[in-house]
């Protein structure tokens, strides 16, 4: 034990002087590791990264039982990160655990995981470890400030036939592209709640980019929900995909389309709102905790007050409670002949006039989106 301990002290010495702490990792501790008894690897990169004594980190982890672990990754919780974001009280729900285990392992994962104040330029440096993942067209990539955003939620409503779900297959390829080609080199998981996917599409929008349409098959896993229920518990059992692979994206299409069959009438609204916002909540916890791009597609309603001088008004479907969830938000239509406009509608990155004003033109193609040509 005295001689692993002054192993881990020597090497920590030469790995003081290092800067660039790979945020990533942060993200992806497992909570399993808990029950690896000062294991090397771990113990350098929790000494370097959170100050901890390994006399402290070695009580923390002879504290946590791996049943009780068992138990929370049986609950869709697989990372300290991800056991920070839920409430004791979520905790104590699950079968097994009580009061005073939660206690006991929160206060383990608190000794990890710092979730307190940082500064700006920390969080800087966090922003870092953000991917833009191309779209496939320059000027809408242009427009997101260089495509799709990990560790945020990217809403795209609007009408039937506006190039929601297209830019949506064209996602599960180009996510699988390498960095240096604008990609997340990474996995992509897929949510369909209306029957539209079709694998038969990724074969040309692989052949574009010039990847093996098997491959780019074998790496999108894929899902179809028929029920609101059955929507979250994918979401859950997709924690164990992530927090053993890398996953750059999850896409939900549509998002809100299970909600409106499931729940009928005024007297339902409250409660079909409040299992909505865990839904979006849950998404949320999934981007930030595996540092993954959701893409969510969204339907529209007719807007009675629009205004009379808008031809056409319509907003997005389940208005303030998917408004305050996303970090983006995009407006598609349709433009002349075969092309798409889209439009910023909210993006906590872009001017508010640059948001509301700044439109692009691009097309579907047979082999996904790209630029309309002039």
Known sequence: MI???KAVEASQLQLVEREDIDDEED????????????????????????????????????????????????????????????????????????EAKVDKICEAAEKIVNLGYITGSDALLRRKSVI??????????????????????TEAFGEFRSGKTQLAHTLCVSTQLPANMRGGNGKV??????????????????????????????????????TYEH?????????AKMSREQFRLLIVDSVIALFRVDFTGRGELAERQQKLAQMLSRLTKIAEEFNVAVY???????????????????????????????TIRLMFRKGKGEQRVCKVFDAPNLPEAEAISFYLNFSITPRGIADAKD
Do not use: W
């Open 3 to 5: 001689a692993t301990l």
């Open 27 to 98: 993200l992806f501790e497992s909570i399993d590791k808990y029950s690896e008894l000062l294991s090397v690897i771990l113990c350098l990169n929790l000494v370097l990264e959170y100050k901890l004594s390994l006399i402290s980190l070695a009580k923390s982890l002879l504290n946590i039982n791996t049943g009780d672990v068992k138990k929370l990754q049986d609950a869709g919780i697989y990372t300290c990160n991800g056991l920070m974001m839920h409430t004791k009280k979520n905790l104590t729900g699950i079968k097994g655990l009580s």
């Open 132 to 153: 833009r993942i191309t779209t496939g067209s320059q000027a809408l990539d242009e427009l997101l400030g260089g495509g799709i955003e990990t560790s945020a939620i």
């Open 189 to 226: 998981a897929y949510i369909d709640t209306e029957g539209t996917f079709r694998p038969d599409r990724i074969i040309p929008i692989a052949e574009r980019f010039g990847m093996d349409p098997a491959a780019v098959l074998d790496n999108i896993v894929y899902a179809r929900a028929y």
């Open 231 to 239: 929507q979250y518990n994918l979401l859950l059992g997709l924690a």
């Open 296 to 326: 969510m597609t969204n339907q529209v309603i007719a807007d009675p007050g629009g205004g009379v001088f808008i031809s056409d008004p319509k907003k997005s479907a389940r208005g303030h409670v998917l408004a305050h969830a996303a």
